[in-house]
Every structure is written in C-alpha cells, then in structure tokens.
C-alpha cells in the first residue's frame, strides 16, 4: 500500500461569492496561471497515456478554492500583504478588457486599498494560508 502524500504547503484561491459561474471558472483560471509561472516548481512531470502521448504537465498538489464577500478578499488581500506573500489578483475591471496589456493597464490605474477584488491566490505554508484566507469557505 502506498502511503497518502501530505504537503506541507497550499494552492488556494479566494473568489467573491457573488460572482456567476462563468466569471468563478474565468478567474480561477487567470489566478492559478499567475502561481504557476511564479513558482514552476509546484508543476509535476507530463502526462502519458497508455499509448505514449503526452500531455502538458499540472501542479502537483490540489488547488483549493473558497468563496466569501467582498469585505473577506480585502482582509485577505491586506494579511498577504502584510505577510509579505506573493499572490495574483483578479479586479471586477479585468472583466472588461481582453488582453493582458489592459489587465495590468485597469489595475495600475488603482491604488492598492482601493483594489475591486473579485479573486486572489496565493501559495503559502498551509498554516499560513488558514490564516490569510481565516472565515472563508470551500466553494460549493
């Protein structure tokens, strides 16, 4: 029997509860891109099927994903930043541009306490992530 991995960090991702389902898809999806560039490390080997074809390599630990209010992104925004963490942000502005020039051009244009949050990950120790991300619960 093969013992269960255990990691002693986490991937995790806050979204604003508010959001539809295709917004919650969207952000995850640019937030977790931003750890993976940030820390190639967590990525595992490729994938092969049985008939040897590869595939793009993923992370090798779970993504967690938790939802809380407006007021609990911008708690969380401000503990990882006053922890000194490295994490991606996703603004209710991004929604309106389509490219990545204008993503960073809508969240240059706004200073850090008046950040529209809609998303943020981060990959941290996993005490230290309980604490940043502390009232917020698992996506349903």
Known sequence: MTEPIRFN??????????????????????????IANAEPELLGEEYRDADDTSYLP?????????????????????????????LAI?????????NDRDNRAAVRAVGREKLDLVGLALHAPRNVVDKVFKGANMHP
Do not use: C, Y
């Open 58 to 86: 993923m992370f090798r630990q779970p993504v967690l994903v938790f939802a809380g209010e407006r007021a609990m992104l911008t708690a969380a925004h401000s503990r990882a930043l006053g922890r000194g963490l490295r």
């Open 90 to 98: 996703f603004t209710q502005e991004l929604f309106a541009t389509g």
């Open 9 to 34: 960090t986490k991937i995790a991702v806050l979204l604003r509860n508010d959001l539809a389902g295709w917004q919650r898809l969207n952000v995850t999806a640019f937030l977790v891109s931003g």
